[in-house]
């Protein structure tokens, strides 16, 4: 590894490496984050490496394990370079047909390309599909492109060119403006201006002050972070160390989930790779400026991603956060100014750098600039990872790029923001993504976890789901969380099992009050945003549960009975042989009956039966109909006539 | 240091640099309802009780007054309608845990809490943390501790380190305000040194 | 617990009482559980009060203050396996483990936790059994899986 020192040896090398780097050789790319891990990429991986020495392709055909794609509903995904022929849900027996008829032949494998639902065509370029095109993916789309353990692929299309330019002709406070003109504003949920925070840090007494990385997603279905750490560990660490020089700080920290081990290797790689380059450490470019970085690791409490927390836990404690009437920029880590922000907000600072705030300002609405990372989940035809410039309506990211609701079922609503934000309906669908337009409405756009719900979603399980999180990751310090919470989880929870009374709604709403106004910190004072925006917007479905004792969603298994029509029922025992209870009594040409008593309500009947009979149903608010009497059960089959 | 004036409850007051505005009301004879906070200790802001509504320029918030510094001109209400409001909350969300403590007792008074709003908690430990807190910074023991977090955390002694010091000390018993912690002594020690008749048994 | 092992966990991050989290971490990796001796050392060498180990073991769910099962189950309950329907997938693994999340059977066979958010959204309800990945789970699939694990 040839330590780079200076910037004009650094471009020399970047030239001298794309020099022996040959666009028009055939690249065979491997989606290789986690999520694809967890669908088969190793396999994958194993069998392409495999494939090639057999077919004695070494030399011809180079092979990439990149960083997270992000359509990751179609995972294991294989991008063939320069043509860009793009395959989805690749499984090791492909391997060979793909290196014997793409690679060798040219020839398109149509089974395993992108169909699209609306005109049933096959589309062979990953830029022509419409999850693909209609992103904006000035952050997250360096991730095909690069082997996260590899530094020369960041290098190769212009790595740490942001930081040598900083470092050999701009002063920290030059980047500081950049950053301030540009309006950076955080993305891990807050929304504070990143400029702003950076500055009180920098202007704040002291000689030692820390730069941190927050990497610990802990919002139930987000994963963004995770997979651009994973994906493309060296564009944080290029923010980081810009920042760092900005502030004037010599040592930073990569506070990690314990929960991502495969951002932790790769991370940990980076900086390894990085410090032997002379791309951090000591004098980095032959500048003057020394900046190092250590890895922490989280260990299961999602409090720490509060960033008071997260210093605590830094400092080795147990992450109880601090009252933030002093601001951590001034008084953070150790007491001194620490300038925290979140895995994506740092990836976002070498484009800036490089491209000029102006460039950035093009992005975005007045007040939210540039793009943002969301994980698009739940009950979304395309499921995976997407990248929106600021002001896009939610409803091209659901429709246009989600692919809608799947299985024929009506949109319910979209939750933003975890379990600090809230659930908006069908009507509000044209609001456009940004920090202060959601809001306004009752929610907040987070840290981006966008998870779609239909019609099956109980609106009222869901406020209580959010509040049992809130209760396990409370850290317990202060009264209105800890005891506010586990009373207003108490209400929740016996309205879902139809034991809600008059008064619990205001009740609740009192709670609320009292964690917004008195509690410690963020995680407590937004802990009632799930009851506040389902109150709202799905009060009905609150009443019928207190009122009538009834689950409009036929969801909430206390409320729910499973039943099956005897007129529908064709006794083709589908159900009976798979109930995990056994409760299901029939035969052949004996309609099946369901055991009230012994039903565990799992779901299983309801799932199997035949659609063309549709005979298991739910039903919710209503006394289950008595069985037919046995003699009834017969079915007497028509014969076929001629 | 400098001297900062600010309102409190239309009173001028006089305090210092680096006060906190507990500490700033107490001085001008206002007093402001606490459980948690102990002049031997560093200010701990878990009870939530000495919140009060600051008024700076032109916004108007609820802020914890034992741990927010004093700053020039502002404008404090230790009492009005959603201060105390939110008090009879807290002490009502305690009350759950200890329906009997004297000193939530006279608050509830006080504030028109109804100890029976909410169905009684098992634990009667409150988290004011003036055990711990006592044992760690005054006695520098640490006999006694919190474990896990959230509805579950709970204090927890040391038994190697109770069973030597805290039969000669015991200052954190008149500390609190439940009675939680003498129980959870009496477990403690029950735990370490069974009685008699267990011994035997086992012995068998 | 070998004391050799924690001691050079120990060193390994400088005996530096702001790691105390990361060497917790090893040794938990190393043990899969973390016991009552090998805290008692950290806290010699560190110099750290009891207390505060005791409260970090508890207070972060990494830890494990009993030994674990052979094999780890984590049932993931985000919001998008929730909304897929997870909480159907745990009753049913409960009732055939017959331990709740959080503890081990008798048979230190299997250990059961819920956890928030594996990353695999578009694979859910997910059920990650020693670090093996069982996508789009149901409860009907579940006595299947568990039958291959002894």
């Known amino acids: 590894m040839p330590r780079i020192n200076s910037p004009a040896e650094l471009e020399a090398f970047r030239r001298n490496l794309l020099s022996e780097r040959d666009p028009n050789k055939t690249c065979i790319t491997l989606c290789s984050g986690s999520a694809c891990h967890a669908s088969g990429s190793r396999e994958v991986a194993a069998s392409i490496q495999e494939e090639i020495q057999k077919q004695g392709l070494n030399a011809e055909v180079e092979f990439r394990r990149t960083g997270c794609h992000g359509f990751c509903e179609r995972g294991p995904i294989i991008v063939i370079r320069p043509e860009e022929i793009c395959y989805f849900q690749i499984k090791p027996e492909d391997v060979p047909e793909i290196v014997s008829e793409t690679i060798k032949e040219k020839k398109v494998i149509e089974r395993l390309l992108y169909t699209d639902p609306a005109t049933n065509e096959k589309i062979v370029h990953e830029s022509d599909i419409p999850f693909y095109k209609n992103q904006g993916r000035i952050v997250f789309g360096s991730n095909v492109s690069v082997d996260p353990k590899n530094i020369d692929d960041y290098l190769a299309i212009g790595g740490y060119s942001a930081l040598a330019k900083v470092l050999s002709g701009m002063t920290p406070d030059q980047v500081l403006q950049e950053v301030k003109k540009a309006n950076l504003r955080g993305r891990g949920g807050g929304g504070f201006p990143a400029g702003t925070k950076w500055e009180g840090s920098r202007n704040a007494p002291g000689d030692v002050k820390y730069v941190i990385v927050n990497a610990d997603e802990g919002d139930p279905g987000a994963y963004m972070d995770r997979s651009l750490l994973e994906g493309n560990p060296h564009s944080v660490l290029e923010g980081l160390t810009i920042g760092a020089y900005a502030i004037g700080s010599h040592e930073g920290y990569i506070y990690v989930r314990q929960e991502y081990p495969l951002a932790v290797e790769n991370v940990n790689i980076a900086i390894q790779q990085a410090e032997e380059f002379g791309l951090l450490g000591k004098n980095i470019l032959g500048s003057g400026f020394d900046f190092i970085v250590k890895v922490h690791r989280g260990a299961g409490a999602f409090v720490c991603g509060e960033s008071t927390a997260l210093m605590t836990a830094l400092e080795g404690r147990a992450g109880e956060p601090r009252p933030k009437y002093v601001r951590s920029n001034v008084v953070g880590l150790w007491g001194r100014p620490s300038v925290l922000n979140n895995v994506e907000t740092w990836a976002n600072v070498p484009l800036i750098i490089n491209n000029g705030a102006d460039w950035f300002t093009q992005f975005g609405t007045d007040t939210s600039k540039g793009t943002k990372i969301f994980s698009l989940v739940g009950k979304i035809t395309n499921t995976g990872l997407v990248e929106v410039p600021m002001g896009t309506p939610l409803r091209d990211i659901i429709y246009k790029i989600g692919g809608g609701i799947p299985g024929g079922k009506k949109f319910k609503a979209v939750q933003t923001g975890g379990p600090s934000g809230g659930c908006l309906p069908e009507e509000l669908l044209d609001l456009p993504v940004g920090f202060d337009e959601l809001t306004k409405a009752g929610s907040m756009m987070g840290s981006g976890g966008m998870i779609i719900m239909d019609e099956d979603t109980c609106m009222v399980d869901i406020a209580r789901y959010f509040l049992e999180f809130l209760t396990e990751e409370s850290c317990g310090k202060c009264v209105p969380c800890r005891e506010g919470m586990r009373q207003m989880l108490k209400i929740l929870t016996n309205i879902t099992k139809g034991k809600g009374k008059e008064g619990d709604i205001e009740l609740l709403e009192q709670l609320s009050e009292t964690a917004i106004e008195a509690a410690l910190c963020a995680l407590g004072k937004s802990s009632p945003n799930p009851f506040l925006s389902t109150l709202q917007h799905f009060r009905e479905e609150y009443e019928a549960h207190i009122k009538e004792k009834r689950c409009p969603a036929l969801s909430c298994k206390e409320l729910i009975s499973y039943y099956i029509d005897p007129d529908k029922c064709q006794a083709c025992m589908n159900c009976l042989r798979k109930c995990p209870s056994e409760a299901i009594t029939g035969g052949k040409r004996q309609i099946h009956v369901i055991d009230q008593e012994k039903c565990t309500k799992c779901g299983t009947c309801f799932e199997v039966c035949p659609s063309r009979f549709a005979a298991a149903k739910k039903i919710s608010g209503e006394p289950v109909p008595p069985p037919i009497p046995e003699e009834a059960r017969t079915i007497v089959r028509k014969s076929k006539e001629k | 240091m400098n001297e900062i004036l600010l309102k409190i409850d239309g009173k001028e007051v006089k305090a210092k640099e680096g006060m906190t505005v507990l500490e700033a009301a107490r001085s001008a004879g206002i007093s402001i309802p606490t459980l948690c906070h102990h002049e031997k200790l560093e200010p701990y802001g878990a009870c939530r009780l000495c919140i009060v509504e600051v008024e700076s320029r032109g916004w108007t918030r609820i802020v914890v007054s034992c741990v927010y510094p004093v700053e020039k001109n502002i404008i404090v209400r230790t009492r009005s309608e959603k201060v105390d409001r939110i008090r009879k909350m807290i002490l009502e969300l305690q009350l759950a845990h200890a329906p009997d403590s004297f000193i939530l007792q006279d608050l509830a008074k006080e504030y028109g809490a109804d100890r029976d709003r909410f169905e009684k908690e098992p634990s009667f430990c409150i988290h004011c943390g003036l055990c711990v807190r006592y044992c760690a910074e005054v006695k520098k023991k640490n006999a006694v501790g919190f474990v896990d977090r959230g509805i579950r955390k709970e204090i927890s002694f040391i038994p190697e380190i109770a069973s030597k010091e805290c039969w000669n000390c015991k200052e954190c018993f008149p500390l609190c305000p439940t009675e939680a912690l003498q129980a959870a002594y009496v477990l403690m020690e029950a735990l370490i040194s069974p009685p008699p008749s267990l011994k035997r048994e086992a012995e068998k | ?150």
């Not at chain 3, 830890?63 to 674990?68: A, Y």
């Not at chain 3, 999340?101 to 594996?118: A, I, M, Q, R």
């Open chain 3, 1 to 150: 617990m070998d004391k050799h092992i924690i001691d050079q966990i120990i060193d390994k991050h400088n005996c530096e009482p702001s790691y105390l989290i990361q060497v917790l971490l090893d040794i938990q990796a190393e043990n899969n559980w973390l016991p009552r001796e090998a805290l008692e050392r950290v806290a010699e060498r560190l110099q750290v009060p009891m207390t505060r180990i005791q409260h970090i073991a508890t207070f972060y769910k990494a830890f494990s203050l009993v030994p674990k099962g052979r094999h780890q189950i984590h049932i993931c309950l985000g919001t998008a396996c929730h909304v897929r329907g997870a909480s159907r997938v745990l009753d049913t693994v409960q009732g055939l483990t017959g331990i709740e999340p959080g503890e081990t059977d008798l048979d230190l066979k299997f250990s059961l936790e819920t956890v928030n958010c594996l990353g695999c959204c578009a694979l859910g309800p997910v059920v990650d059994i020693d670090g093996k990945t069982h996508g789009k789970m149901a409860p009907a699939k579940t006595s299947d899986v568990l039958k291959n694990y002894d």
